[in-house]
């Protein structure tokens, strides 16, 4: 006999109105320009592929759970101890825990625009939400934030889509503020920003997240790690899944940490492609925010000279059709003139200046 079941109607209240977290486009195949997802255009080190193929032997065996050698090289890394450092499968995953464990009410805080993770994962745990808006300059709101409340407050630096950084000394200042943790994520450090991680070691309301999916070249291996006082990790590994890093993952993050002289050759190099790119968009008398991370955000302008929501949805389409892909968030005052443009290798780049030449031609 067939038996029906109403999944939605039976899910737990807040999973039935959770809208789940809407990634950028992975188009199959390799003739797109990708400049939507802030992935790096280099392969990591050919160190990561080795230490991968090693550990295919060892696939019938558990990985070990807490990534302990991992732990070490990140400690030894940013000098702290391994007992202030935790893995997660990509620091999306971590970003999760750290709701789970420190959540509660009046809601978990996040500046607007930000990572769009960050309502969902609050969602995923039945949370509210604090919402503190940033201003068109986009200068940090302490004293907004302090206000909220929040038990819990993700703050992402350089911010994402802006590319904007704040000065350890805002940071600071923002952690004398809150009552609450004060979670810095640190996706996009390595492009040029300045870490909070130091202040792990007067503030013990800081969580810094990182994550080797961009500047490490391994989105795709997933891995990210979180550094705090001793008493939030011990919280956070009690919440984890008990193998939340395989061997594959654990063995190829280790290998991309050690390899030094590749990281820095690669990250360079998107460093100045940005640069680049940026001073191009400068002589077409475009808008864009100072960015320290691999993206930069931009408000086109047609050949008319202006610039908004329909001119730059216009150019997100136009560049599409030429397959070119970036991303375009059209919900947000503050966002929907702009585009954001990932930084790939320097042909990407020639590709896309030469697609918005030849847009604003025609549009
Ligand atoms: C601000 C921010 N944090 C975290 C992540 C996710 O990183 P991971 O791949 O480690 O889950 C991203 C990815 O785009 C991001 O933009």
Redesign the pocket.
Known sequence: MRKEFDALNRAVPHVRQLHAYVPGEQPEGFDWVKLN??ESPYSPSSTVSEAIAAELESLRLYPEPTSARLRAAIGERFDLDSRQVIL?N????L?DLLVRCFAGDPGVGHTVP??S?YPVVAGMSGQGLLSVPFGREMELPIEEMAASGAPLFFL?NPN?PTGVSFGRETIEAALQSVDGLLVV?E??IDFGGETAAPLLKEYENLVV?R????SYGL?GL???YAMAAPGIIEMLDRVRDAYNLDRIAQAGALAAILDVADFEKKRNAIIATRERIRSSLDGLGWFTYPSAANFLFTEPRNVSGETGPEVAANLFADLRKNRILVRYFPDHPLTCSFIRVSVGTDADMDSFLTAVQSWQNHA
């Open positions: 997802t802030n997660g990509g620091s999306d995953n970003l930000s990572y993770l992402t994402a994520d996706a996009y997240v994550t080797f999916s961009k989105a997933r891995v990210g």
